[in-house]
């Protein structure tokens, strides 16, 4: 393979500071992001707030412990992605190959870019500034190497605003002392796992004997002592060539404890609305369903179960999620809920036999048609007049549909 020039772009408290570019009044101050009911998290904050201890995950009321004179702000999904396809309209001057990591992080090949624009701290420099000046305030630390692993290390090592370039010949000096956290893809477990085998640097991974990591640690051992050795072969996947998607759900974290049954179906049904419409808008179906319940106490659990035939009919994953429910039995009230679907095929077009299913198939074309046109449940089921609402939704990916945004949320840059 020949040498590429790969790219890591990521912005720094992209909410925050999206949020104080609109409102000069937050500038310069502590600010979280959260979400706008009750019982919401900080998403992100700003770099006078995180000064303070202030973290993503926390609740507000921990974050005002830590900082008693934060500034709470709602987050506007709108705004964020809006200014997501700014930037990747920015991105895309430079490379065609632009792939969106999540939405405030993107990889780019500029491998076939450098005799156009210059070298690779040139071009990063060019989007550094494009990015103020059509952007204001916003800034982005960029990582260049060799491999898009490698260019995320990069792109971390100097924030806020920063540019680090890892050349190859430095590469054996920076891995030998490198905690193996350090490394996207090695979160906390697996860091105590390879801990338990005296594994504490990416040195002393990558001089593990492979058969040793793959008793321990199986198909993946292999994969990670080629990351101590900083090796990466994946490409970086344009915008329209993302593999399929292998599961669609959605969950929200309730305004208050609920132990009735009849008010989790309520929400279940929203939520077997929100999959259906993303599983009809993607042209898939699926035959597995997911029904996800967290308890007070935070213990989660899901429970699963397959079906003979695909669907994407929000009213029949409703009845399986249910059904799931209903053979479930509730030890604690339920603080969190989410209904996914797996086991997908795509572009398969399923002909209806009878009148009763022709006639659903068209009413639910009609519900979409018009909530695509006038916004998500501005036509809904009566069940969900009252709560069609709901602040806590969390989408797993928040995937603007033109630029295919992804891994939002909780999903952001997950380590296994």
């Not at 500029?110 to 420099?125: K, N, P, V």
């Not at 990558?206 to 321990?216: E, V």
Request: hydrophobic share 35%; aromatic share 6%; proline share 3%.
């Amino acid at each position: 393979m020949n040498k590429r020039t790969i790219m890591h772009s990521d912005m720094n408290a992209f909410f925050a500071s999206v949020e104080q570019q609109i409102n000069p009044a937050l500038r310069g101050k502590p600010i979280a992001v959260i979400g706008s009911h009750e019982r919401t998290v900080v998403t992100t904050s700003s770099y006078e707030a995180r000064a303070y201890g202030v973290k993503t995950g926390m609740t507000k009321y921990e974050a005002k412990q830590l900082c008693p004179h934060i500034i709470l702000v709602a987050g506007n999904t709108n705004r964020y992605t809006d200014t997501c396809r700014r930037l990747v309209e920015i991105y895309q001057q430079y490379t065609p190959i632009v792939e969106v990591y999540s939405i405030d992080e993107v990889f780019l090949d500029i491998t076939g870019s450098i005799l156009l624009f210059g070298d690779a701290e040139t071009i990063a420099r060019k989007i550094k500034q494009d990015i103020r000046e059509r952007l204001g305030r916003l800034t982005c630390s960029i990582g260049i190497a060799h491999n898009k692993l490698l260019a995320k290390l990069a792109s971390d090592m100097k924030k806020p605003d920063g540019l680090v370039i890892i050349n190859q010949e430095d590469l054996k000096k920076l891995l030998e002392q490198l905690p193996v956290k350090e490394l996207c893809g090695i979160g906390s477990r697996l860091e105590n796992h390879l801990a338990a085998l005296g594994i504490k640097t990416c040195g002393e991974l990558g001089r593990t004997p492979i058969h040793l990591l793959k008793n321990r640690f199986g198909v993946i051992g292999e994969q990670l002592k080629l990351m101590a050795q900083g090796i990466d072969d994946s490409p970086v996947i344009p915008m329209g060539q993302e593999p399929n998607a292998r599961s669609v759900g959605h969950s929200m974290t309730l305004d208050k404890d609920v132990s009735d049954v009849e008010t989790l179906e309520q929400h279940i049904l929203q939520l077997s609305e929100m999959v259906g419409r993303r599983l009809r808008r993607g042209g898939y179906m699926g035959r597995t369903i997911a029904l996800t319940l967290r308890y007070s106490d935070f213990t989660t659990f899901t429970k699963q179960c397959s079906i003979g035939t695909h669907m994407n009919s929000s009213l029949d994953i409703y009845i399986v999620a249910k059904d799931i429910l209903n053979t479930i039995r509730l030890q604690k009230s339920i603080r969190l809920v989410g209904v996914s679907v797996c086991n997908l095929i795509k572009n398969i077009a399923q002909i209806p036999l009878f009148n009763a299913d022709r006639s659903k198939q068209s009413a639910t074309r009609a519900m979409d048609d018009i909530n695509d046109r006038y916004g998500d449940f501005c036509i809904t089921w009566g069940a969900l007049i009252e709560r069609y609402h709901h602040k806590g939704v969390i989408s797993p990916s928040w995937r603007p549909d033109s630029v295919k945004c992804v891994n939002f949320s909780e999903q952001k840059n997950k380590k296994v």
